[in-house]
Every structure is written in C-alpha cells, then in structure tokens.
C-alpha cells in the first residue's frame, strides 16, 4: 500500500471488489429463481395464479373415499365459479372467490387447483411449450366427508371445534369448526357480496376456522403435555409421588401465597397418587407439584417439540399456541412460580388451539413419534398423473417406555373406575379407549371450556381426536360423549 | 503488419487517417446482433404464431446503427477498444428487446407528425446514443478541454441540477426530470459523469498530498489534510445535498461509492476508505432519521411481505416475475401475467427491467446481462490500468465504476439484496438522459483507451502527431 505507486497499481484491487459484487448479484439470482422459485410460484399472491384462477376452470377436491367436496360450473357468460357439497366441510375447504379471493384449500392449493404451479420443476420447464391448461389438477384430501358432517351435527348450535387425526400418518380426517357458513353462496358470483357481507359481520364470526385459529385454554387437557416434558426430561417418572400432595387436597396447595384446589379429596382420600392415578382423577395438586419438579425450560422445551411457539407444519394458516405470554423472568418465560404450577395443569396463560391439541394426543397414540398432520393426500393432474403427498415426521417427543405409562395413565383416565366419572361418554363400546378431559375455567360468568383430547384402540391406536366445545361445561359433561360418538361413529365404518 | 501496410501502395492522403480493420468488434457485433434477431423472431413467434421477427423494422434499424457506427470507427483508424461497443450494443439490444415486448402505451410522445410508443422512443434515443459514444470515440483526442476546466465542468453540472430543482417537474415525488420542449431529461444522469471528471482531475493533481502529507485523527488513524480534501468534499456535499434532497438516493449512493473508489485508486489509504465507509454509515443513519421516505425504503426492503399490497407490492411482484423465470425463463412475451389489463410490477420499464428478464429469459439471461456488465467494467479498468498518465487512468476507473456500481445498486434493489432506489438500469432502462449518459461514459473510455502509436517518448512528437496518433504502430 505504498501512496507513492499510481493508480494503475491499485486497479485489480478495484476489480476484485467489483466481480465479488457481480457474484452477490448472481447468487441473488439464484435465490429467487431457482431455490426460492418454486415456493413463490405456487403462492396465492403471484400474479401468474391470480390470472390462472380468474379463468382456468379449477380442479375438484376430493375427499378420502372420493366423494366431491368441491367442483367447478360455469356462469351463463362463461366464467367459472365454485359450488360446495356441504358447509360442514366450509372451514378446511375455505372457499374461491372472484370477488372476495380465497380461503382454506382453495387458497393453499390455488396454483395446482388452477394449474399455474406445476407438479414438478422438470414439468414446469417444459409446460411452456405446450398450451395453457384450461382445467387444473384435483386435490384428493384426508377428509371424511360423514365424519366431518356427524362432528358438526354434534356440536349442534354450540360453537366449538373437533380434530381427528390418523397419528400414523398425521392424515387429518375431521377439521370441523361451528358455526360453520355457506362457501358456495361465497363463489356464486350471483350471490357472494351479499353473503360475504353478511358473514363478515356475523358477530359469532363463523368464517373463523376454531379448529387451527381458535385459541383456547386447555385446562386438565394440557396435563399430557406436561407429563411428557415431565418424562421425556428424566425429571418424573411413572412411580413419581409427592407426600405433600395428600394433605394438600383438603386445605390446597400453596405455592408462592397463591392456593391450588381440586376436587376429588372423596375418592382418594390419603392415597399418595402417581401418574397414572394423578392422570386418572385428574389431580391439579400432583401436576402442579410435577410441574414445579420440571421447571419451565423443560415444559418449554417439549411444548415446542409439539408444535407449541409457532404455526404448525399445516396445508392452511394455523394460530401459534402458546405457554406463556412470554417475557417472564424464569425460564421458558414464566413471569413466577404461580404461573409456572397452573400452567402445569392447563390454567394461567397457556393457549392452544384444537389442532395443537390433537397433536399432543396423536403423538402419544403414536408411540412417541409426532407425524406432520395434513389435509392433502394427493394431487391428480389432467392427465391422470397422481402426486402423492407423503407422511413426514415431526421428530420422535418421547420414548417408547415412557410413552407406554402415559398411554396406560390416559387408558385409566377414560377405562378406569375413578376415570370413568370424568369420561365416562367417550369410552367407546368394545374398543379400548384412552383420553384426558379437560373443564378449562376461563373466568368471568358462565360455564368453563369443555374440553376432550384421546386415542382409539389404546393398544393400537388407528385414530386421535381433540374436541372442544366453547361454555360447554365440564370437560365430561359435553366434550367427552361427543368424542364417543365421533369415535364410534369412526370405528362402525371400518371394515 | 501495420508498417508493411504504411510502406505500401496506399500512401496516406495528409489530413486523412488510414482505415483500421477492427475483426475483433466485428465479430462480436455480428454475434450480439444474431442472438437478438433470434429474441425478436422468438417475440414474434409469440405474437403471431408465425416465425417473423416481432419488429423487423427496428431491429434493421439498430443493426444498421451499430455497423454503421463501426464503420466509422474502422474509417477513423484509431487503435480503440474493440469489446466496448458490442458490450454495450448487447445490453442495449436486450433492452430494446424488452421495451418492444412491454405495452407501448407505456410512455407516448408525438413529435411532429409522429406519434411513438415505448420502443420506438427508447429505439430512437438508443440511435442518438450510439451517435454520441461514436462521434465520443472517435473526436475526444485530448484531454486538455476537460482537466484544466474541472471546476467550471463541475460547476456547469451543479447548475443543471439546482435547475432541475428550481423547474423540475415533481415524478414519483422525486423531482428529477427537467422538462425542455417536448423532451425531458434526468440532469443527474450526467452529473454522475461530470463528478467523476471532477474527481479524477483534482486527484490526479493532489494525490500525493493527499497520500502523505497526513494529520493525526485519533491514534494511529489520519487522513488527508483538510486543506487539500476540502474542494472535493465540498463538492461531493453540494452533489449529495442535491440529490438528496430531490430524493434520488440511488444517485447519492453512487456518487458516494465511486468517490470512496477513486479516493482510493488515487491514494491507496483503506483507512480513508473505512472512514469514507463509517461516515457513509453516519449519513446514512442521519437520513433514516430525518426522511420518513427512507425509513420506508428500509421497511419494505426488510419485510415486503408486511404491506403486500402497498409499499411492498412493487417489490414482491419483481421477485415473483423472477421466480416464475426460473433457470431459463418463460420466453420473450411469455411472462409478465397481465392482470385487469395492468403489468404485475409498475414502472417496470425504468425501474424494474431486470425483473422482466429474469421472468422472460430467465436466470440465464440475469447472469448473461450481469456478465456483460463485467465485461464494460473489465475493459474500462484494463484501460485504466494501462493509462499513460494518473489523470486518464483515474478517469478511465472512475468511468468503469459509474457503470459498474449504478448497475449493482440497481440490480441489488431489484433482487432485495438492498433497499430499493429509483436509478436506472444501464444501457438497459428506458429513458433517453440514461441511455446518453451512459453513451458518454462508453464514448470515452474507447477514446481514453487510444494510448497514441507510441508509448510517450521523449523528445514529445510534434504536436499534429499527438493530437491524431501516429499512423505508425508499435506493432
């Protein structure tokens, strides 16, 4: 760097700077159009989509047994709009919309429903040299047309969500959300802006999917989890008692000047209870203490293995659920040790939607190992071409000796003696159950969140389910017999 | 060879330079000029579903330009650079390939009897372009009109810009452009070319003061005496205060970059470069804080995503025209979806050109028009480099750097590398003032690239010999 050399001396130097700035700008390029391109492409927003779905003929949605959830007409002047099969299924469906643009299915898969997105890059290369399709792929669902139908009827005039899930594949069978709207009054261009409107301003806000964007407090439901962090962390174990805990059920539990009650002191009297029994009369008290024993860098640490923290890994938009309001001193953001012990059983600031729940009962029924819940099974292009969308692993939450207690304690709480005060509706005939209810105390006048999450057979669990009805009541007086008619309304139609 | 041929029948007539084969540029037009035709023939084939040339007319025109224009550059028989013109000529093709593709009602002038759309215009102002950087070439023989005049040049170019200020008409909420008669021009086009004359005169004259005679900041750190650095930061404040406040931040950046470049081709301090760097930063801090408009620019350039249908809007459609281009992109008049009868990126043709490559050619064509711009600044430093003396060779790279880094401040802004500025796309944007500015910048470097038939020898040749070059090469 000698001042005194001249400039020509110093030229390469300017020159490197330069093609290192090119190089940035090339690798840009890559990005976006080659690494980033085919997620962009497939976006609702891209304008080569919101041109496709202006005039190409979409494709239908199917679901499980084939049966047409939604398909394509065509108005007097040519243009196409959608008509649904049942405003059950309005919610995971959503709907497709000229003027009011798309929700649900219809908006995840725009781009293969219209066939802008191909299937595959190496199809997309070479589609430009052929013409623009005018009918788009059809997207074949997990859904179960009846089920979802039965779940909607069940909860009746009650808003609420049901979830069932297949925990071996995460293949979602009922997404049900009450109240539900009319989607095809939404595409009909005839009718959409004055039911959109109408929907719109529906103050029991029935275009809200509850099911993934409902966020609800879980109460006793949220006891799994904390037995899985419990576990999975080495800081309970299946034998694990607390002597205070006996004692405490007649004055409560005192943790940092706040009081834990709970109510059945009548039939356990001075039992010192482990998992399976805390879990099968439901005992604040125990989990509580269990709670405090986890601390909450672990409860934090397996919620987020569960889903909890972020949107899930889902076909349409879910809400995050939460254990805190975060911000908190201690650890996983608690703000004290009141906060910490309540949310061990479900209460303080722990949020979760009815999706978010499923998945912590499919993750036991599936021996530990969490699979990515989806709605998509299948696309079929014009020309027959299928493109399966395979199962993906979320990761393994617990391993298979502890989750084998928690299916046992979750067996107990819905087959035991004790259990079957508290779950008594959701025991299917013939059909090992397993399950945890939950009565999620919301505060202010009225009845709690009734709430069910479980799993069917408990020795080989086929089928998860979560169920929540909003003031239902106890979590045994509304939301448990309505899981039992879900699930047997499942097991009657399998072969 | 050149000697043989001096000894040979043809004597040269006295006044008359003798004509200089240049195979090289040749060549390299004749290449440029196929891959267009085959671009506008893929055009018209898109169009009109038969194999004919989407604008046959125009495309004969700009190949006539370009030969004609080599023409005279054999005829004037200097030893130029024979890769600059097709370089430019390449990326001015791609440009009119994709003016001509855009909805010609995009900008409309009548004049006279005439009434233009987009790529007639932008044919028209490539025409006189191609006239400037020619008669450039081939006239510019001396520098002594542009370096013992630096401040009245600087001055000139100042003047034009508070103009524009004073007159200008209000585009975008930028006033940028000057409106004269039926034209209207961007004056800080040419003031990036004026500055860098500025620069490149007062370094070349005090680089060694600058260099050495150093004051103690803090520490070890110095810097050049304030004395000596004043007339450039003072006239480098003016520049940026201008543009800055006429909201052309694309323009200060710049200014900037090119001025830290050759602050350091001329003294070789990185600890000039680093403050210039840190002070940048200050500045830039400074006008986040007093301009809401780019503390917006900031926002949408982090998250465009937060307001996809306003600010972020423009950005978001740029990189989904790029995504939908894929490796080898949708084929000219293939992308860019219409929807309601509107272009998905607005003001595609000046801001955003390179989006509209890269969804209709592809990443392919993104790399290629990069390249080319690699291949201007490459020859301008090999000029620079081989410069005779400091003034021609910091000349040369400040040229180099105008184009290179206005092109990546353009290019980066459109692939969300940086926050997005308003400057135009070199040889590629529509618009005439860009597209002559950059005809100067290339205009000068082949001229500057002329090193004379001689190396400088002493006793100096006769001055007629200078001023033209010795007919007699070095062989």
């Known amino acids: 760097m000698t001042p005194g050399r001249r400039p020509t001396a110093r030229v390469p130097a300017v020159a490197v700077v330069l093609v290192l700035a090119f190089g940035i700008l090339a690798a840009g390029s890559s990005y976006w159009q080659v690494i980033r391109a085919d997620e962009l492409v497939s976006s609702p927003t891209d304008a080569a989509v919101l041109v496709a779905a202006r005039t190409v003929v979409r494709g239908k949605i199917l679901d499980r047994d084939g049966r047409t959830l939604a398909d394509s007409r065509r108005a007097k002047d040519g243009t196409p709009y959608r008509v649904y099969a049942d405003p059950a299924v309005s919610h995971p469906v959503g709907y497709a919309s000229a003027l009011y643009g798309s929700a649900g299915l219809e908006r995840a898969y725009t781009a293969e429903l219209t066939g802008a997105g191909g299937s595959d890059p190496s199809s997309r290369l070479f589609a430009k040299f052929l013409p623009p399709a005018d009918r788009g792929s059809d997207l074949q669902t997990a859904l179960s047309l009846p089920l979802q139908r039965l779940a909607v009827r069940l909860l009746g005039d009650d808003r609420g969500a049901v979830v069932m899930l297949d925990p071996r594949s995460g293949e979602v069978l009922v997404l049900a959300s009450t109240p539900v709207f009319d989607a095809s009054g939404i595409g009909n261009p005839a009718t959409a802006q004055e039911r959109f409107e109408a929907l719109r301003e529906d103050e029991a806000s029935p275009l809200l999917d509850r099911a993934t964007l409902g966020r609800y407090v879980p109460g006793s439901v949220f006891k799994i989890v904390t037995a899985i962090a419990g576990l999975g962390s080495g800081s309970l174990s299946p034998a694990t008692t607390f002597p205070e805990q006996p004692g405490a059920e007649e004055d409560g539990l005192v943790v940092s000047g706040f009081t834990i009650r709970d109510g059945h002191h009548a039939f356990t009297g001075d039992e010192e209870l482990n998992l399976v029994a805390a879990t099968e009369v439901s005992c604040n008290i125990w989990y509580a203490l269990a709670g405090l024993d986890t601390g909450g860098a672990n409860l934090d640490a397996f919620a987020r293995r569960l889903g909890f923290g972020g949107p899930l890994p889902f076909d349409v938009p879910t809400a995050p659920s939460q254990l805190t309001n975060g911000g908190g001193p201690l650890p996983g953001g608690f703000l004290d040790e009141v906060e910490l012990a309540n949310a061990a059983y479900g209460q303080g600031e722990v949020l979760a939607t009815p999706l978010q729940m499923a998945l912590v009962a499919a993750a036991v029924a599936n021996g530990g190992e969490l699979m990515e819940p989806r709605l998509a099974t299948a696309l079929v292009d014009r020309q027959g071409r299928t493109t399966s969308v395979g199962p993906r692993s979320m990761g393994r939450i617990l391993d298979a000796s502890a989750n084998a207690a928690l299916v046992e304690a979750m067996t107990r709480a819905v087959e035991g003696d004790r259990g079957r005060l508290f779950t008594e509706g959701a025991k299917v005939p013939g059909v090992l159950t397993a399950g945890k209810s939950g009565t999620a105390e919301i505060g202010g006048a009225g009845e709690p969140h009734s709430w069910f999450i479980g799993f069917a057979p408990a020795d080989a669990p086929t089928i998860a389910i979560a169920v929540i009805v909003e003031r239902g009541g106890r979590g045994g007086e509304r939301a448990s017999p309505l899981a039992g008619r879900m699930l047997r309304a499942y097991f009657d139609a399998q072969p | ?475």
């Open chain 2, 1 to 475: 060879m050149t000697g043989l041929a001096a000894e040979g029948a043809a004597p040269v007539l006295p006044g008359f330079p003798r004509p200089r084969a240049r195979p090289r540029e040749l060549g390299l037009l004749v290449a440029v000029l196929a891959a267009l035709a085959i671009g506008s023939l893929s055009l018209g084939l898109l169009r009109t579903g038969r194999l004919e040339p989407a604008d046959p007319l125009g495309l004969v025109l700009y190949a006539a330009g370009l030969l004609v224009a080599h023409v005279v550059l054999v005829v004037s028989g200097r030893r130029l650079d024979e890769v600059l013109l097709p370089a430019a000529a390449f990326l001015g093709g791609i440009g009119l390939l994709v003016m001509e593709r855009l909805p010609q009602d995009l900008v409309v002038q009548e004049i006279g009897p005439l009434t233009l759309g987009l790529g007639d215009l932008q044919l028209l102002w490539l025409g006189v372009a191609l006239a400037v950087a020619t008669a450039i070439a081939v006239a510019l023989r001396s520098d002594r009109w542009l370096r013992p005049y630096k401040y009245t040049w600087a001055a000139g170019g100042l003047a034009l810009l508070a103009l524009t200020f004073v007159f200008g008409s209000e585009v975008n909420g930028s006033r940028l452009t000057l409106q004269v008669g039926p034209f209207s021009g961007q004056p800080s086009e040419f003031l990036k070319v004026i500055l860098v004359v500025f620069f490149a005169a007062y370094l070349a004259e005090n680089r060694v003061l600058l260099a050495d005679a150093r004051v103690r900041l803090v520490g070890p750190i110095t810097v050049p005496p304030l004395t000596y650095l004043a007339p450039i930061v003072a006239m480098l404040a003016l520049a940026l205060g201008i543009v800055v406040v006429q909201r052309d931040l694309g323009a200060a950046l710049l200014f900037y970059a090119v001025f830290l470049g050759l602050l350091f081709l001329a003294t070789g301090r990185l600890t000039d470069v680093v403050l210039g760097l840190l002070l940048f930063a200050a500045g830039f801090a400074l006008l986040a804080l007093i301009f809401p408009h780019v503390q917006q620019r900031i926002a949408v350039w982090l998250d465009p995503w937060a307001d996809p249908l306003g600010d972020g809007y423009q950005l978001i459609q740029a990189l989904h025209a790029f995504a939908r281009g894929g490796l080898v992109g949708t084929g000219l008049g293939a992308g860019l979806p219409e929807i309601g009868g509107r272009l998905p990126i607005p003001a595609v043709h000046t801001d955003f050109p390179l989006a509209a490559i890269g969804e209709e050619l592809g990443m392919t064509g993104v790399v290629a028009v990069l390249a080319a711009y690699l291949v201007i600044v490459g020859r301008g430093l090999r000029i620079a480099a081989a410069a005779r003396d400091d003034f021609r060779a910091l000349l040369a790279a400040g040229l180099a750097l105008v184009v290179g880094v206005q092109a990546v401040i353009i290019a980066g802004g459109n692939l969300k590398l940086i926050p997005l500025t308003g400057i135009t796309l070199p040889f590629v944007s529509y618009g005439g003032s860009s597209l002559l500015a950059n005809a100067i910048v290339v205009g000068t470097l082949m001229a500057l690239s002329d090193r004379g038939a001689a190396p400088p020898a002493l006793p100096r040749p006769p001055r007629l010999a200078r001023l033209r070059g010795s007919p007699r090469g070095p062989s």
